[in-house]
Structure formats: C-alpha cells, structure tokens
C-alpha cells in the first residue's frame, strides 16, 4: 500500500514538473507578445491596431499604400476622438495610443521584429497563402502568425510556412474596438501553448476569446452565412421586400439588424466568397450562393463599401434607404 502510495506521488510530482514547466513556458511567449504587426490598413486592420495601441503594444501598420495609411489614421483619430467625447479615454490617452503606430509600407520592415503578426489582407485564398510565405522567410523563428480570416483554412495557411505550430486565427468582429468576441481558431498543428498565449493577448484586450476547431467557416461563419443567404433567397424569390425581411428579424428574433443590412456592413463580395469557401469546403449545395448575390457582386454592388447594395448608402442620411432596384 505504501509503495502504491508512493508510485501515484511520484507520478503527481512528475505532472506537477510537466505542469509547472509548460505554464512557465507559455507565461513566458505571452509575456514577450510586445510588438504586434498588422498587415492590410482596412476597416478591420485600423480596428485591431487601435485596440491593441490603446492597450501599449508597439504597433507596425503595414499596407502597401500610402493613401490606406493616411485614412486609416485618419479613422482611427475620429474614434480616439469619439471615446474622449464619452468620456472612456482622456486626452493623454489618446495621443499614448498613435504614439504606439507606426505605419510602414514595407512588409519586410513591418515584421522582422515584431512579436505576433495579425494577416487582415482581402478573404482571398491566394493572397493569403502568399503572404504567409513571406512572413515565414521574414520574421523570427519565434514570431507567432495569426491571421483575421473569417472562413479560410488555418491548416492550409500554415502549410506554406516552415513553422504550422506558430499559425493561428484570430477572427475579430467589426466594428473592432466595439465588438467582444474574438474567434480563437487553432489549425491542427497549431501548439496548445501558442493558443494559450494567444487566448490570455484577446483577454489583454479587453476582448472575449472563444477557441474553436478549424472547419470551413469556423463557428460564427458557418452559422451566419446561410441565414444570410436565405434572406437574400427570399428577397430573390419575391417571398418579401428587403425592408420586410430585416424587419421581421429585428423584430421576431431581435438580431440589432436585418440580415439584409449586416450583408452591405459586411460587404457583399465577402459574403459571396465566404459562401463559396463553405461550399467548396463541405462540397454541400446548401452553401450555394444565391445568383441574385453573385449578380450583385459582378455589377459592382457590393453594400455600403460601394455606396448600394440592398440599401442605398449615398445619400448622407443615417435613415436606411432600400435600393432602387429593390423598391
């Protein structure tokens, strides 16, 4: 009895030592997340580098245009500003956060040093997968690789790079420094210990992570897309307007907006390629995307980034205007 009571202390005392040693190790590549490069300056990269400015990381914007880079200063001043008017940052604060921003225009520049890069390019398999090749010739061995994808693979982004333990999602939701849930997507041979890490950074945030497994439009896309669909199905089959659709889901389901309304935010051309990633992802025909979408998209109607989509956004008014096409 006693030699048995021994054997499950030794064993305790070895888990303990395994425990303590993976905590330490974690703690440690957390703990050194100080430099964070954000790769495309859109809506969603001068989100996630405002968010992260304002906590003190040392931020390089990257985009190969230098016009992105003075708009996406440029809105990231306007809601530094918003949040001093209400109150929840002060001035000093504000001028810390774009003293932590640098924008810089060479991708090489922009990673070599940093600590964690975060991919926010176009929802485009190609574009990505060429990125990642770059980054892995560029940044350290230790660097971690996330990128804000909202439905392409993360074990095929990591595939290109020499270091898939180090690969991650992080899918942030717009508008950034509003929204909670940041989607925590772990490719297959993403590392429990760079998923930790990256877990506690979201936490850091201010940000609600959520860790999911890496399937064709994780969980939020996989989800939303085909109500979306479905919404734009109705609308195409004439079984009610757009005002009606998004009405009776505001209304009897009490989503803040229409399903109609959130495609424009989106962007249609986003949602267009997310549906075809679950498509060809599952091979199953209910992800298809209704031919009224694919229509839309092909004559330039892409939502309130092209000033129409099923509402029209050129008006100036905060009033939700339903489209021509639609009335």
Do not use: W
Request: net charge positive; glycine share 8%.
């Amino acid at each position: 009895m006693y030699n048995n009571y021994k054997t499950k202390s030794l064993m305790s005392q070895k888990k303990y030592k395994l425990h303590n040693k993976f905590t330490f190790k974690f703690h440690k590549m957390y703990k050194n997340l100080k430099t964070v490069a954000i790769i495309g300056s859109g809506t969603m990269g001068n989100g996630i580098a405002h968010v992260f400015a304002q906590k003190g990381f040392s931020i390089n914007l990257i985009d190969l245009n230098t016009e992105s880079l003075d708009t996406a200063l440029a809105v990231i001043i306007k809601n530094l500003d918003r949040q001093v008017i209400k109150g929840t940052l002060t001035e000093n604060d504000k001028i810390n956060t774009l003293n932590n921003i640098s924008c810089i225009t060479s991708l090489k520049d922009g990673v070599e040093n940093a600590d964690l890069v975060i991919e926010v390019a176009s929802e485009n398999i190609d574009i990505k997968l060429k990125i990642f090749k770059e980054l892995d010739q560029f940044t350290k061995p230790e660097c971690i690789l996330a990128s804000n994808t909202s439905s392409i693979s993360i074990t095929k982004i990591a595939s290109v790079t020499q270091k898939p333990d180090k690969v991650i999602g992080m899918h942030f939701m717009n508008p950034v420094p509003v929204m909670k849930l940041v989607e925590v997507i772990r490719g297959y041979a993403t590392s429990d210990e760079v998923t930790n890490s990256i877990m506690e950074l979201s936490k850091t945030l201010g940000k609600i992570p959520v860790e999911v497994n890496d399937y064709p439009g994780f969980v939020a896309n996989r989800i939303l897309m085909p109500m979306i669909n479905e919404a734009i199905y109705s609308l195409y089959e004439g079984v009610a307007g757009v005002n009606e659709i998004d009405t009776v889901m505001k209304l009897g389901m009490a989503h803040p907006m229409g399903p109609l309304q959130l495609a424009d935010f989106i962007g249609l051309d986003v949602c267009l390629s997310i549906l075809q990633v679950l498509k060809d992802g599952f091979g199953n025909p209910k992800y298809a995307p209704c031919p009224l979408l694919i229509n839309m998209v092909t004559a330039g109607k892409k939502g309130v980034k092209s000033g129409e989509g099923f509402y029209n956004y050129q008006h100036g008014s905060k009033e939700l205007i339903v489209a021509d096409k639609f009335k």
